[in-house]
């Protein structure tokens, strides 16, 4: 059982998900998430933060199809104002470093900082920037096998980082 602490956020739940259950994207259906919610009620989760976990988890299979496909390295994407306050400068930075270094392409960092905004809190840390990209290159990798290597060596590094 978790030990009881503030309510834990949906990147908490989603990656208490991930660890403990199976990979997010076998739960992009109404009777996978009801399977684990009592599960995931006793450890100790709430419940609205459970469900919101959920709705994230739908919206990155809606968004999944697709987004590993090539494209042009030279786009330059601005930040907006809110999402520049919501991520901040070195998550920003990070997320055009793995554009820059092609683990991400403009359609994959789209859903990322997509996902990334639905999350229900005012500011995102790099570390919880580095699970969520974990996860929609998990989801969006489906059907790229040749990449699940260096998505697993990703895996190790973030999961190695003390703040997880």
Same mark, same amino acid.
């Given at each position: @059982?978790?030990k009881?602490?503030?309510i ?7 990656t208490?998900i &991930? ?7 076998e ?10 919610l009592?599960e ?9 933060k459970? &469900? +919101?976990?959920f709705?994230?988890?739908? @919206?990155?299979?809606v ?5 590993? +496909?090539?494209? !042009?390295? !030279? &786009? $330059?994407?601005? &930040?907006?104002?809110e ?9 920003v930075?990070? $997320?055009?470093?793995l554009t820059? *270094? ?6 994959s ?5 997509? +996902?990334?905004? +639905?999350l229900q809190? !005012?500011?995102i840390?790099?570390?919880e920037?580095k ?5 929609v290159?998990?989801?969006?990798s489906?059907? *790229? ?5 260096? $998505?697993e060596k990703?895996?190790l590094? $973030?999961?190695?980082? !003390?703040?997880?």
């Amino acid at each position: @059982m978790r030990k009881e602490t503030p309510i834990a956020s949906e990147i908490e739940i989603l990656t208490h998900i &991930f660890k403990h259950y199976c990979c997010p994207d076998e739960l992009y259906s109404f009777e996978q998430q009801q399977k684990i919610l009592p599960e995931l009620q006793k450890e100790g989760f709430d419940e609205e933060k459970i &469900f +919101q976990a959920f709705d994230w988890l739908m @919206m990155l299979g809606v968004h999944q199809t697709g987004s590993l +496909q090539a494209s !042009n390295k !030279n &786009f $330059i994407r601005f &930040f907006s104002p809110e999402e520049i306050a919501k991520l901040d400068i070195e998550c920003v930075n990070f $997320i055009t470093s793995l554009t820059t *270094h092609g683990i991400l392409n403009c359609n994959s960092r789209e859903i990322l900082i997509n +996902q990334l905004m +639905q999350l229900q809190r !005012n500011h995102i840390s790099l570390v919880e920037t580095k699970w969520v990209t974990y996860l929609v290159l998990r989801s969006c990798s489906k059907a *790229h096998k040749s990449i699940n290597d260096e $998505i697993e060596k990703f895996y190790l590094m $973030i999961s190695s980082d !003390n703040n997880c």
